[in-house]
């Protein structure tokens, strides 16, 4: 599907998110495995949870889901669930196919994770080599680097295990195989990545131990996790394509209510805040255990930063959006230590850096990351997703301050984590 994006002669408008894609993946599996039924709210319904789902109910899960993205969810307690009749497809969802195996690991059954071609060629060893570690049985292509992964889970004891780059997935993969091993898992992180995992497990009943830089502790709990009823907040990684939107306009305001403002993932917020963005945080409150506000953005003159360190963990997803912003600030942006980008969906630094240079931009990649130099405005052109959710809507944002129109290819991938982007994009473009 291509999409032609023409520039907006203003940008207004208040509007709400989808559901976080991290906590809907979260939500579904913790509560698969508690003893009870949950009802979740404001689930994410993009193509990767849709996947998690999908694999939950082939487990034995009962899962219903109304029309207005509401679960509800009876969980069978930890060993309830069923070995599956068929291979489990993770379509080409990380998350799904990682914490599932954590999972898996620690069920005793035997299972087979598989994805789509895009998943298929993504490394799997850094969750894979821990899960050994604790005695799981996997195996998969090339050494178990890559899927289809089989697992013989069963039998699991804990692990001390440093990972070697801060990972959510692994974390919560391993975290998930700590439920069911003999004895205490310790998992260290190089910098915090984000927590909705360890917040849910705690709100459940587990006993969570350390997290905000250091060491988590995990045991195998007593007794059965407490069902978790919850409202999924709006998800930040979608908001941010507004927020960049608004703050690189000349002539924009938008509302973004109800979005998540977890701290271990509003790097965006301070990134664009670093830039000279008008960024206004308000009504802060808590559904469930994650800290929610409204965010409002308004026109800014941008300049240059920094991204790097500890930072890049909170903001990993939105760096494609934030290297338009870069592109439409004064003077040159810097992103280093995120070569995570090059295990997405795409290789997100070369797609990144390809695509934009066909609208204008004066960016370099680096291994781990790209140099900008702010060029002032964008032009029109013709470009592609290549089939990556975030590119497609990175993408969109940038024509709607370039001169003339801009040709999306492949722009349908959007609906991986935000299906009802393209009518967001009509809705604030039109006012």
Same mark, same amino acid.
């Not at 509007?15 to 698969?32: T, Y």
């Not at 495995?33 to 009802?39: D, F, N």
């Not at 029109?380 to 370039?402: I, K, N, P, Q, Y």
């Given at each position: 599907m291509r999409k032609t994006i023409s520039p907006a002669r203003r940008l207004?408008?208040? +509007?709400?998110?989808? *559901? $976080?894609?991290?906590? %809907? !993946?979260?939500? #579904?599996?913790?509560?698969?495995?508690?003893?009870?039924?949950?009802?979740? @709210?404001?689930?994410?319904?993009?193509?990767?949870?849709l996947a998690t789902l999908r694999c939950l109910r082939a487990l034995g899960v009962n899962i219903d889901r109304d029309g207005e993205g509401t679960l509800r969810i009876e969980g069978g307690g930890r060993f309830g669930l069923r070995e599956s009749a068929d291979v489990l497809n993770a379509g080409n969802s990380g998350t799904t196919m990682r914490v599932l195996a954590g999972l898996l690991a620690g069920q005793p059954f035997f299972s087979v994770l598989t994805g789509d071609a895009s998943l298929r060629s993504?490394?799997?060893?850094?969750?894979?080599?821990?899960?050994? #570690?604790?005695?799981?049985?996997?195996?998969? =292509?090339?050494?178990?680097?890559?899927?289809?992964?089989?697992?013989?889970? *069963?039998?699991?004891k804990g692990i001390r295990y440093r990972l070697p780059v801060a990972s959510a997935q692994v974390k919560s993969a391993l975290s998930l195989a700590a439920l069911y091993g003999k004895g205490e898992t310790v998992l260290e992180e190089p910098a915090p990545s984000r927590d909705h995992t360890e917040r849910m497990l705690r709100a459940m009943g587990v006993e969570v131990l350390g997290g905000e830089g250091e060491g988590l502790r995990i045991s195998p709990p007593q007794r059965e996790l407490t069902p978790l009823s919850l409202r999924v907040p709006g998800d930040i990684s979608a908001?941010?394509?507004?927020?960049?939107?608004?703050?690189?306009?000349?002539?924009?305001?938008?509302?973004? #209510?109800?979005?998540?403002?977890?701290? %271990? =993932?509003?790097? +965006? &917020?301070?990134?664009?805040? %670093?830039?000279?963005?008008? &960024?206004? /945080?308000?009504? @802060?409150?808590v559904w469930g255990c994650e800290p929610v506000a409204d965010i409002v953005v308004r026109s800014s003159s941008l300049r240059g930063t920094v991204i790097e360190g500890p930072l890049?963990?909170?903001? +990993? $997803?939105? +760096?494609?959006?934030?290297? /338009?912003? #870069?592109?439409?600030?004064? *003077? @040159?942006?810097?992103?280093?230590?995120?070569?995570?980008?090059?295990?997405?969906?795409? $290789?997100?630094?070369?797609?990144?850096?390809?695509?934009? =240079?066909?609208?204008?931009?004066?960016?370099?990649?680096?291994?781990?990351?790209?140099?900008?130099?702010?060029? *002032?405005?964008?032009?029109?052109?013709?470009?592609?997703? !290549?089939? $990556? !959710?975030?590119?497609?809507?990175?993408?969109?944002?940038?024509?709607?301050?370039?001169q003339g129109e801009t040709i999306v290819r492949a722009a349908e991938a959007s609906s991986v984590s935000y299906p009802g982007f393209w009518q967001h994009l009509e809705e604030l473009s039109s006012r």
């Open positions: 207004r408008g208040s +509007i709400e998110p989808p *559901g $976080d894609k991290s906590i %809907s !993946h979260r939500a #579904a599996i913790l509560n698969a495995i508690a003893q009870g039924e949950a009802t979740v @709210e404001n689930f994410q319904g993009g193509a990767d949870c993504r490394p799997m060893e850094r969750v894979v080599e821990p899960l050994r #570690a604790m005695g799981t049985r996997i195996q998969g =292509r090339a050494g178990g680097s890559r899927p289809p992964l089989a697992i013989e889970g *069963g039998s699991l908001a941010a394509f507004w927020m960049v939107a608004a703050a690189a306009h000349p002539d924009a305001e938008i509302r973004l #209510a109800g979005v998540g403002v977890n701290p %271990s =993932r509003s790097g +965006i &917020i301070d990134a664009l805040a %670093s830039m000279g963005a008008s &960024i206004a /945080v308000e009504a @802060e409150r890049i963990p909170r903001l +990993i $997803d939105e +760096i494609p959006v934030l290297a /338009v912003a #870069a592109c439409l600030a004064q *003077g @040159e942006t810097v992103v280093r230590e995120a070569g995570e980008l090059r295990l997405k969906e795409s $290789d997100r630094i070369r797609t990144t850096v390809r695509e934009l =240079r066909r609208l204008g931009a004066r960016i370099q990649e680096l291994a781990d990351g790209m140099v900008i130099q702010g060029v *002032g405005s964008l032009k029109g052109g013709e470009c592609s997703s !290549h089939g $990556d !959710h975030r590119l497609a809507m990175t993408l969109a944002v940038a024509g709607l301050t370039a």
